[in-house]
């Protein structure tokens, strides 16, 4: 397979810290625009972006979402608006691997929902696995 195979679809791709970052979508059909929102059945990964609350399948899709959707170079907005997250003034790329190791691990993403549940987590009815 030759490397130079990539005609008009380039994959972004970000320098941080002498390490490359491959911002490749994650093979997965993207859900339509209205559908926004609603979780489906196994997307149990959410972006807790400032009041962006979609949801994904997996951590990866995450951070390729958060990654390009709000750090993107233009729209990031200067520094990190995850929930609960310290809003410093960020350099884009330390961003992006501050959103890759800080917010996007799987065990992160776990943790910002179990955060996010409402107080009254005795009320809620217990998902059916």
């Known amino acids: 397979l030759p490397l130079q195979s990539t005609p008009a679809t380039s994959i972004p791709t970000v320098q941080v810290q002498g390490q490359q970052i491959n911002l490749q979508p ?3 059909t993207a859900a339509s625009q209205h559908a926004e929102q609603m979780k489906k059945p196994g997307q149990n990964f959410m972006c807790l972006w400032q009041s962006c609350k979609k949801w994904f399948q997996t951590p990866s899709q995450v951070f390729y979402h958060a990654a390009t959707e709000h750090g993107g170079k233009d729209v990031y907005p200067g520094q990190c608006l995850w929930e609960g997250c310290e809003p410093f003034q960020r350099q884009r790329f330390s961003f992006i ?3 890759q190791d800080k917010h996007c691990s799987r065990d ?4 910002g929902l179990k955060q ?3 107080g009254q987590a005795g009320n809620q009815k217990p998902s059916n696995k």
Do not use: W
């Open 108 to 111: 992160a993403l776990l943790a």
């Open 116 to 118: 996010d549940e409402p």
């Open 97 to 99: 691997t501050h959103l």
């Open 26 to 28: 994650p093979s997965y």
